[in-house]
């Protein structure tokens, strides 16, 4: 388009004659015109030399790349190798195009900006080396997964890992308090001793019952204590309300709201999967209140009639406190203190000390993980390390010089009317 | 018009009296006469012969018969006066006519002017009348060569009314200088000087044309512009060149080879070098 505008401009645009001033038209005759109407084109050949100046000078501003297959196969014979290590780790980068090392004490982390790097890098086969310990829970799936997978992959295990390491475990509450749990990690066996602990944990559950039926929920917490629980987090407590058989149908319910928080979802669902509270649920018959089995409670014990002898609901007033309510006669009866057991343990997450060894990933897992870089797909404008735009730069100069010589003729002739001009005198 | 100073730096001095200077000083320096006839110096008186006078003026005569040596001494006296009519229409414009006129008008006022004579001008400058009587005089001839350094082509030129006015001021008998292209009303123009002829003045005709007029060297398609009228034609030059050339030539030939009455003194020149502006003397 650059190229065909001028030249239709020329064409189309009214050719009009020079003007020339004139002492005086007696002397001129009347003659025929000679190009003025006709579109031809003059001298072509300077004119198709021109237009290739200016073709060959746009395309080479526009940076082309021709893909041809020698092209291709060079790009394929280079590596750019991003390198990802810990902080001291020396690998070796020979015989790459061009590298780059990502030092990060995150492993993810640092292969993150290696692809970033990658992406912007020029067209080559694309490879990410990983070289650290590579223990169990520095790279996952999920963060190879994130590498295209056009680059390669490969694993160089370097430093050790530690013989052993030591972790705090979960506490626990028992009747003389609250005890730690210290793991001991070691090449895959896990041993663990346990010690007092000064600081003790207040018990999460507070009840809310009449007096007579309260030495009975005393007893029954400490019978779930002797069983020895996990302490929970601090913000998690439990509203432990006994309904007596009189206001059960009458007294005013706890300012309670369905339960949306996922602890306290996760606290029902494994008090639904204690197979011992539920089988001792079973032999009770004595339950609450219809309106306990209807929303916002939700019924997490149920008698072998069905009848709920636990509810559970959240607090109102306190949305991270649980609200369960039991009637007065299960307080009797075994249930209770498994209930208690139950919902104490179900407080506590759950953690597994697994996670926490330091195991290096296995070669088997490693090399499913690892794979080839992949030939260099089109690149990106910006990645061009080198494109052709110098050859037809080239070619513009050539055409300038072969346009020179064209006109070369003209310009003698230019030359010798003017010189003609100089010798003209007064 | 021959000067010692080449012409393409003489026309480059804007000083006209110093360019007429030059060109007489050249002009003067290859004759042994004067070109300009009607100086003439009366008798006055003798004295006695001083050391240094020319021996030349020695009445040799009067030697013999007192044996004693006089020198005469003359009164000089002006019997001519001349008036330069310049043609300053716009056609005089195109290259550097009117400045060769102008400076062939002044080089002739210095010649003049140096003999004693009286000269005088006829010309426009910007559309108003130029005049300046004729008077001897070198204060005269600055203000004569003054104003033609100030007269510019324009507009179109009353030749007639020009002439027979400049003709009616010489108050006696003298001569009348035209330089013009004349392309304006040949007749009219001839009529005219050829009254001022019978009146009993010398005329001497300047045509002034330049080497594109003559040759037309241009090839194309032209828009050829009066410069006088403003009329415009389209030509192909290439076709229009030769029958151009013929016809200027013939013009030029009648104006410089036409039957002019006695007083017209006639003389063509056909350049043989390759100047700019080509000047025939009529």
């Given amino acids: 388009m650059s190229v065909a505008a001028p030249i239709l401009v020329h064409l189309l645009a009214h050719r009009r004659a020079k003007p020339m001033p004139f002492p005086t038209l007696r002397f001129i005759p009347p003659t025929r015109l000679a190009a003025i109407r006709r579109?031809?084109?003059?001298?072509?050949?300077?004119?198709?030399?021109?237009?290739?100046?200016?073709?060959?000078?746009?395309?080479?501003?526009?940076?082309?790349?021709?893909?041809?297959?020698?092209?291709?196969?060079?790009?394929?014979?280079?590596?750019?190798?991003?390198?990802?290590?810990?902080?001291?780790?020396?690998?070796?980068?020979?015989?790459?195009?061009?590298?780059?090392?990502?030092?990060?004490?995150?492993?993810?982390?640092?292969?993150?900006?290696?692809?970033?790097?990658?992406?912007?890098?020029?067209?080559?086969?694309?490879?990410?080396?990983?070289?650290?310990?590579?223990?169990?829970?520095?790279?996952?799936?999920?963060?190879?997964?994130?590498?295209?997978?056009?680059?390669?992959?490969?694993?160089?295990?370097?430093?050790?890992?530690?013989?052993?390491?030591?972790?705090?475990?979960?506490?626990?509450?028992?009747?003389t308090g609250t005890r730690r749990r210290i793991l001991t990690l070691d090449h895959g066996e896990t041993s663990v001793r346990e010690a007092s602990d000064t600081a003790s944990a207040a018990w999460p559950i507070d009840v809310v019952s009449r007096p007579e039926s309260r030495h009975f929920v005393d007893a029954a917490i400490a019978a779930a204590l002797s069983e020895r629980v996990w302490e929970p987090p601090s913000d998690r407590r439990v509203e432990f309300v006994v309904v007596s058989d009189e206001d059960g149908a009458t007294s005013p319910s706890p300012d309670i709201q369905p339960i949306r928080s996922p602890w306290m979802a996760d606290a029902l669902a494994a008090i639904a999967r204690d197979a011992e509270l539920q089988a001792e649920a079973s032999h009770t018959t004595s339950g609450l209140a219809g309106r306990f089995?209807?929303?916002?409670?939700?019924?997490?014990?149920?008698?072998?009639?069905?009848?709920?002898?636990?509810?559970?609901?959240?607090?109102?007033?306190?949305?991270?406190?649980?609200?369960?309510?039991?009637?007065a006669?299960?307080?009797?009866?075994?249930?209770?203190?498994?209930?208690?057991?139950?919902?104490?343990?179900?407080?506590?997450?759950?953690?597994?000390?697994?996670?926490?060894?330091?195991?290096?990933?296995?070669?088997?897992?490693?090399?499913?993980w690892a794979r080839q870089a992949g030939p260099p797909a089109v690149p990106k404008a910006d990645t061009i390390d080198r494109d052709d735009r110098r050859w037809l730069w080239a070619i513009a100069l050539l055409l300038i010089a072969a346009e020179s010589w064209l006109r070369r003729p003209r310009r003698a002739t230019s030359d010798a009317i003017q010189a003609e001009e100089a010798t003209r005198v007064a | 018009?021959?000067?010692?100073?080449?012409?393409?730096?003489?026309?480059?001095?804007?000083?006209?009296?110093?360019?007429?200077?030059?060109?007489?000083?050249?002009?003067?320096?290859?004759?042994h006469r004067s070109p300009f006839h009607g100086y003439s110096a009366e008798f006055s008186q003798y004295r006695h012969y001083q050391p240094g006078d020319d021996l030349k003026y020695v009445?040799?005569?009067?030697?013999?018969?007192?044996?004693?040596?006089?020198?005469?001494?003359?009164?000089?006296?002006?019997?001519?006066?001349?008036?330069?009519?310049?043609?300053?229409?716009?056609?005089?414009?195109?290259?550097?006519?009117?400045?060769?006129?102008?400076?062939?008008?002044?080089?002739?006022?210095?010649?003049?002017?140096?003999?004693?004579?009286?000269?005088?001008?006829?010309?426009?400058?910007?559309?108003?009348?130029?005049?300046?009587?004729?008077?001897?005089?070198?204060?005269?001839?600055?203000?004569?060569?003054?104003?033609?350094?100030?007269?510019?082509?324009?507009?179109?030129?009353?030749?007639?009314?020009?002439?027979?006015?400049?003709?009616?001021?010489?108050?006696?008998?003298?001569?009348?200088?035209?330089?013009?292209?004349?392309?304006?009303?040949?007749?009219?123009?001839?009529?005219?000087?050829?009254?001022?002829?019978?009146?009993?003045?010398?005329?001497?005709?300047?045509?002034?044309?330049s080497r594109e007029e003559l040759e037309f060297p241009y090839s194309c398609d032209l828009e050829f512009a009066d410069l006088e009228t403003g009329q415009k034609v389209t030509v192909n030059a290439d076709i229009a060149g030769p029958a151009y050339k013929d016809a200027i030539a013939a013009f030029w030939n009648g104006v410089a080879r036409a039957p002019h009455p006695k007083g017209f003194s006639t003389r063509s020149s056909r350049p043989t070098r390759r100047p700019s502006v080509l000047c025939g003397v009529s």
Wanted: charge should be positive; include cysteine; aromatic fraction near 4%.
């Fill in chain 1, 329 to 368: 006669a299960a307080t009797r009866h075994l249930v209770t203190p498994l209930l208690l057991r139950s919902l104490a343990n179900s407080l506590a997450p759950v953690t597994d000390a697994a996670a926490d060894e330091i195991v290096p990933i296995p070669e088997t897992r490693l090399r499913a």
């Fill in chain 2, 59 to 209: 009445d040799w005569k009067l030697v013999a018969r007192t044996d004693r040596v006089y020198t005469k001494q003359f009164r000089e006296t002006t019997n001519m006066a001349a008036g330069l009519v310049i043609d300053t229409s716009a056609s005089m414009a195109f290259g550097s006519k009117l400045r060769y006129s102008t400076i062939v008008a002044a080089a002739l006022a210095y010649v003049i002017s140096r003999q004693g004579d009286a000269i005088g001008l006829m010309a426009s400058a910007d559309g108003r009348e130029v005049f300046r009587p004729a008077r001897a005089g070198r204060p005269h001839l600055s203000r004569v060569l003054g104003a033609l350094s100030a007269l510019t082509a324009h507009g179109d030129w009353n030749a007639r009314e020009a002439i027979g006015r400049a003709a009616q001021r010489l108050k006696r008998r003298g001569m009348l200088i035209v330089l013009s292209d004349f392309y304006d009303n040949d007749d009219t123009i001839f009529a005219e000087l050829r009254r001022a002829s019978r009146i009993g003045h010398e005329i001497i005709m300047f045509q002034l044309m």
């Fill in chain 1, 39 to 175: 579109r031809a084109l003059e001298d072509v050949l300077l004119l198709v030399v021109r237009a290739g100046i200016l073709t060959a000078a746009v395309a080479a501003l526009a940076g082309p790349l021709l893909l041809t297959p020698a092209r291709r196969a060079s790009w394929n014979n280079r590596v750019v190798r991003a390198i990802v290590t810990t902080p001291g780790t020396q690998v070796s980068d020979a015989g790459a195009f061009r590298s780059q090392r990502f030092e990060a004490n995150s492993i993810p982390e640092a292969i993150h900006r290696a692809v970033a790097w990658l992406e912007s890098s020029p067209p080559a086969r694309h490879e990410v080396i990983i070289a650290a310990p590579l223990t169990i829970g520095s790279i996952t799936d999920r963060d190879l997964a994130a590498v295209p997978a056009a680059i390669g992959i490969r694993f160089e295990r370097t430093g050790t890992v530690p013989p052993a390491r030591t972790i705090e475990g979960r506490r626990i509450m028992s009747p």
């Fill in chain 2, 1 to 31: 018009m021959l000067s010692a100073c080449p012409p393409e730096i003489l026309t480059r001095i804007a000083d006209l009296e110093l360019v007429a200077r030059i060109i007489v000083e050249g002009l003067v320096s290859g004759l």
């Fill in chain 1, 293 to 327: 089995a209807r929303a916002p409670w939700r019924p997490i014990v149920r008698t072998s009639g069905g009848q709920p002898i636990a509810s559970a609901a959240a607090s109102s007033q306190s949305p991270q406190r649980l609200v369960i309510v039991v009637p």
